[in-house]
C-alpha cells in the first residue's frame, strides 16, 4: 500500500536558519505530492503541491522538488522566522490505487526560536 | 470566509453516547472527505462524498460509524456508542474535481475536536 514516511522530530531552529524536513513516500502508482502546514488550534492548510516528476512546489519561501528516482518530496526554506513555528504534514494522492484519499506521515513538528 | 466550517469545534461525551458532528464544504466543491487525527499522528482517512454518493469507505471506519451528505452540500459524521478510543480531532475537507479519477486539492477545516471520558 501507499506511505509516507517524514523525519522524526521535533526540529528546533533559530530565526534566519536554513530547514530542510526530509519526507519519502511509497507508492505503486504516480501518486500527486503535498506538504500541509498545521498552526497551533488550527486546520491543517495546503502549504504546496506537486503533480509530476521534477515538478516543484513553492509557497511563502517553502519550496519542494517530486524525485521520482528517490521517492522524496523534501520540504526547505532557505531562512525561517519565528511565525513558521507549526507541524509538517507531508502526504500522497495516488488516485490509481487508492482514489482520492490523501496518506499522510506522521508530522514534524517546527519550532522556530528569535 | 468561505472556507470549510466545522461545528462543533469541541465534544465531550460519555462513553455510550451517540455524537454527531457536521460539516459544511466550500460552496460548489463537489467532494467531501473526512479523517481523523489523534494526539501526535496525521490524518487517517475515514470516508469521502462525491456530490451525494459515498464513493469510498476505509476500514477504520467501524460499524459504529456513519457519513451522510443527503443533497451533495453539508455532511455529517455520527458515531454511535461512543468509546474511549474515539476520542481524536475528525476533520474534513473538501475539493472540487472533475471525473472520479483526476486530481484535486483538498482544503479543510478546523476539526472538531472529541473528548470521550
Known amino acids: 500500500g501507499n506511505s509516507v514516511t517524514q523525519m522524526e522530530g521535533p526540529v528546533t531552529l533559530s530565526e534566519e536558519a536554513f530547514l530542510t524536513i526530509n519526507c519519502t513516500y511509497t507508492?505503486?502508482?504516480?501518486?500527486?505530492l503535498f506538504w500541509y502546514v498545521q498552526y497551533p488550534g488550527e486546520g491543517l492548510q495546503l502549504l504546496l503541491k506537486?503533480?509530476?516528476?521534477?515538478d516543484k512546489g513553492s509557497n511563502k519561501g517553502f519550496e519542494a522538488t517530486y524525485r521520482k528516482e528517490t521517492t522524496s518530496f523534501h520540504l526547505e526554506k532557505g531562512s525561517v522566522q519565528v511565525s513558521d513555528s507549526a507541524v509538517y504534514f507531508c502526504?500522497?494522492?495516488?488516485?490509481?490505487?487508492?482514489?482520492?484519499?490523501?496518506?499522510f506521515g506522521e508530522g514534524t513538528q517546527l519550532t522556530v526560536n528569535p | 470566509d468561505t472556507g470549510v466550517s466545522q461545528d462543533p469545534r469541541h465534544k465531550i461525551t460519555k462513553r455510550g453516547q451517540n455524537v454527531t458532528f457536521r460539516c459544511d464544504p466550500i460552496?460548489?466543491?463537489?467532494?467531501l472527505y473526512w479523517y481523523r487525527q489523534t494526539l501526535g499522528q496525521g490524518p487517517e482517512f475515514l470516508t469521502y462524498?462525491?456530490?451525494?454518493?459515498?464513493?469510498?469507505k476505509s476500514r477504520l471506519l467501524s460499524d459504529r460509524f456513519s457519513a451522510e451528505r443527503p443533497k451533495g452540500s453539508f455532511s455529517t459524521l455520527e458515531i454511535q456508542r461512543t468509546e474511549q478510543g474515539d476520542s481524536a480531532m475528525y476533520l474534513c475537507?473538501?475539493?472540487?474535481?472533475?471525473?472520479?479519477?483526476?486530481?484535486?486539492?483538498?482544503?479543510f477545516g478546523p476539526g472538531t475536536r472529541l473528548t470521550v471520558l
Open positions: 506537486a503533480t509530476k516528476a521534477d
Open positions: 462524498f462525491q456530490n451525494e454518493a459515498q464513493l469510498e
Open positions: 460552496s460548489e466543491h463537489n467532494r
Open positions: 507508492a505503486t502508482g504516480y501518486p500527486s
Open positions: 475537507a473538501s475539493s472540487s474535481a472533475d471525473g472520479r479519477n483526476s486530481t484535486d486539492t483538498q482544503y
Open positions: 502526504a500522497l494522492s495516488d488516485r490509481k490505487t487508492s482514489g482520492s484519499r490523501l496518506t
